[in-house]
């Protein structure tokens, strides 16, 4: 080990460090192997030390002592981003957030907690009084909120509320600088776009005010239909049924429901599925529009059932892409927004068997529009941004999934806000190094 990570480890010895060469690998990597490209790049990348503070206090000492012997430094919630978000480019430090788990204060319509909170643990509290998380990823059981603000941007509940990025979502955030005297900083309503999405390359963040949404008898819902493009309609159309309440809307073109063994007996050979999470004080009307559509229910769990076991969450989202690559490996995924059905069935038709479609509707700009992570078998390089420049020709956005730099991924721009909080709060560019395109060019 480095002499400088020796010293830390001496300074810090009335912490929880781990240095097991096992586990340190393994919390050195997260779900960056989704990716083939990425895979390539990130798998031999490794911390040298993990270390678990209890409180913000220990956080602190941490960022002091990386401070003070130059030692890059990457913050870790429970490890599911996707694009290697909290892989260690340059080794060193990783501060694991699981057991900064306090849930400060719950009430009507907003919470404050600590970073290393998980999200199904929190809304189990939070349904107390009624209420619960407006968004929540398909990793919503094991995933931090911290981390969620960190890597994470959509997931149920954002049919209703948009994605993290929009304004009043995340409301507050609490963070420790790494400066040679730590500080920590408050940051509220827009000012928390600095760091909101940042893929924790400024500040560690320890606690957050998130918005929460009422909570309401959500029971789950499969519905068949006989091909792809009536699911797809028939889940616009629930999705633009104001009357009926729902939070998840996720479509899947056959034979992505092949890859779903847990629930092979609600999941007819060649038919599309719908997986629904609605309230079921609304299920006669939602029967009425299955019937419109000619769909056919095959599953329906009731909202005390729901409470138990897993969520048929745990299919939708990115976790489609996990079901299917435990079937095919070498099965690989896009983050697209199509923003109508017509981009939609342009390029189901375009592109057939290549590309296996599934559909997540969630709110953009006030409008419900349908995104989602079509699937498809990784050949090479060339042909998997040769099917990008065809979904932008045809007017769908990709969210560049098979990169590590922060600003390749989603916007494609540099945020300048976040670059100059960055300069403020991290002026050495210790906090999670190469992940932050705009300051590797401003520094040469
Ligand atoms: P981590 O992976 O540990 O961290 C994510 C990023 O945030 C890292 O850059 C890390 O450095 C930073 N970070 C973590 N904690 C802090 C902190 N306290 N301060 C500053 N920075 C911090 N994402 C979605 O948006 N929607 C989905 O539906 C979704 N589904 C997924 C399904 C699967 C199967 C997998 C593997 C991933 C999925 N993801 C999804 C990606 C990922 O799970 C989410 O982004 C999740 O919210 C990350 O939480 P985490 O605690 O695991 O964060």
Not at 111 to 117: F, H, I, L, S
Not at 214 to 238: N, R
């Amino acid at each position: 080990m480095k002499s400088n990570c020796q010293n830390l480890i001496q300074e810090l010895a009335h912490l929880e460090i781990i240095t097991d060469p096992g586990q340190v690998a393994k919390l050195s990597l997260d779900y960056y192997h989704f990716s083939p490209i990425l895979e390539a790049q990130l798998q031999d990348k490794r911390a040298d030390l993990v270390i678990r503070p209890q409180n913000s206090q220990e956080v602190i000492d941490i960022a002091k002592t990386c401070v003070k012997y130059q030692i890059p430094l990457t913050v870790r919630g429970a490890g599911t981003g996707n694009y290697g978000q909290c892989v260690p480019l340059q080794g060193g430090v990783i501060l694991d957030t699981t057991k900064l788990t306090k849930i400060i204060s719950i009430e009507p319509g907003t919470a404050r907690v600590e970073a290393g909170v998980k999200m199904a643990f929190f809304d189990k509290q939070a349904r107390a009084i009624g209420w619960e998380l407006r968004m929540a990823p398909s990793t919503y059981r094991t995933a931090t909120i911290g981390g969620f603000i960190g890597g994470g941007s959509v997931g149920m509940g954002s049919i209703n509320y948009g994605q993290l990025k929009d304004r009043g979502n995340l409301q507050a955030v609490q963070l420790v600088t790494l400066e040679a005297e730590p500080k920590i900083i408050e940051l509220r309503g827009d000012e928390v776009e600095k760091v909101n999405h940042a893929y924790g390359t400024n500040g560690i963040i320890t606690e957050l005010e998130i918005a929460l949404a009422p909570c309401y008898p959500w029971a789950e819902f499969i519905v068949t239909f006989a091909d792809f493009i009536t699911a797809a309609k028939f889940g616009q159309a629930l999705s633009d049924s104001d009357g009926i309440v729902k939070k998840m809307v996720s479509v899947h073109s056959w034979p992505i429901p092949a890859y779903f063994t847990a629930l092979k007996d609600y999941l007819p050979t060649g038919k599309a599925a719908v997986l629904l999470i609605v309230s079921d004080s609304d299920r006669v009307a939602l029967e009425s529009l299955i019937k419109e559509y000619n769909g056919e229910l095959t599953y329906y769990k009731t909202p005390e059932e729901t409470q138990k076991g897993n969520s048929i969450l745990e299919f939708t989202w990115n976790h489609t892409t996990l079901h299917a690559r435990s079937f095919n490996p070498k099965i690989t995924y896009l983050q697209a927004f199509y923003f109508n059905l017509a981009t939609v069935e342009k390029l189901y038709n375009y592109f057939g068997e290549e590309i296996m479609m599934h559909l997540e509707f969630l709110k953009f700009q006030g409008k419900v529009i349908p995104a989602g992570l079509p699937l498809l078998e990784f050949t090479t390089e060339t042909r998997l941004n040769e099917i990008i420049a065809i979904y932008e020709q045809q007017g769908a956005a990709i969210a560049n999934p098979h990169t590590y730099i922060m600003e390749d991924g989603g916007s494609r721009q540099i945020n300048p806000l976040q670059l100059e909080f960055k300069q403020l709060v991290d002026p050495y560019g210790l906090n999670n190094p190469g992940k932050m395109r705009a300051w590797v060019e401003a520094r040469g």
